[in-house]
């Protein structure tokens, strides 16, 4: 794909800096390292960033986002630099790279009713617009989302459950009609019985307004079902990319192998296997320079300690960063976004 991309991610790196207490000295945490994707308009594209809570997924959605600036790297929005967006520009991204965040108390303000948090962007991006026309907007957006204008609208949030809630998010965000949206987890913290119209609300965009979405989840089950593209994240580097069918059916790296393992399979008559590894281990980010993986890897090598893996092209749609496939051709991590994801 040659097109340039809607938002693209190119070798981001993330370190974030502590001050040590009196007598210690401080710490840095690598919390994504050398990332790239890219998000196309056309076909407009469906990737989910995968991994387990302190992967580094919910850090590069906000790199992406530009709600913080890379340590390393640069992340593009329709071709120009992020840094270089300013005044107007910078505005006319913000419109068109909607977010939807896995806490919907972070964007509600407890003191007003439901109705300011779908104003206030209207007013912002569209101020042209009468009363009636905003409106009529925020009623189709609820609509669209499944939820009864009589029963949203003129509560507070705390009157409205955790589904009602997130789902005005998701309205929130269809409003403005953007190219992207970036959900960080958007059903985690709701019923399973609501997962499957919030998804289906996405899906919705996604289909009948050319929406481009980055699905943020540590659930490989809905990834599968709502994305065509995936990158797996360990401790804040890729491990595994490329397309979700093969990435999710028939995993290579380790770790996604036992993501993937321990999904348990709705039949009652077989045991859940035994997890190998600390599934907490993905917190702790690594700064040494072998694979982050492999204190835990039970197939690690002695080089997989001291130098960490490129990422190598298995295939036409998906590249592995694990020696056990160095019989591959290496793929520079700035190239990862132009071959697998987002196509």
Known sequence: MNATPLLEARNVT????????????????????????????????????????GSGKTTLSRLLLGLISPTSGEVFYRGRPMEA???????????????????????????????????????????HKSAAERRAL????LDVVGLRVDETLGRYPHQLSGGQRQRVMVARALMLNPSI???????????????????????????????????????????????????????????????????????????TQLLVGSIPLPD????????????????QHSTTQGCPYAPRCPQVMDICRTEAPPLYAVSANRAVACYLYRGAPAVATEDVSALYIGA
């Open 138 to 141: 925020i009623e189709q957006a």
């Open 181 to 255: 949206i970036v959900a960080d987890e958007p059903v985690s913290m709701v019923d399973a019985s609501l997962r499957a119209s919030i998804l289906e609300s996405l899906l919705n965009a996604h289909d009948q307004r050319d929406i481009a979405i980055i699905y943020i989840t540590h659930d490989l089950t809905t990834a599968y079902q709502v994305c065509t593209s995936i990158l797996m994240m360990y401790s804040g580097a890729m491990v595994e990319v490329g397309s979700v069918e093969p990435v999710i059916k028939d995993p290579l790296h380790p770790y």
């Open 14 to 53: 993330k370190v974030f800096a502590s001050r040590g207490t009196i007598g210690a000295r401080g710490t840095t945490t690598v919390a994504v390292n050398q990332a790239s994707l890219a998000i196309h308009a056309t076909p407009p594209s469906i990737v989910a960033i995968a991994g387990e809570s």
């Open 268 to 283: 009652p008559t077989r045991r859940w296997a035994a997890v190998q590894a600390s599934s907490s281990a993905a917190g």
């Open 85 to 127: 967006i300013k005044g107007a520009e910078r505005m006319a991204f913000r419109r068109d790279v909607q977010a939807i965040f896995q806490d919907p108390f972070e964007v509600y303000n407890p003191f007003y009713r439901v109705d300011h948090a779908l104003e206030v962007p209207i007013r912002r991006f569209e101020p």
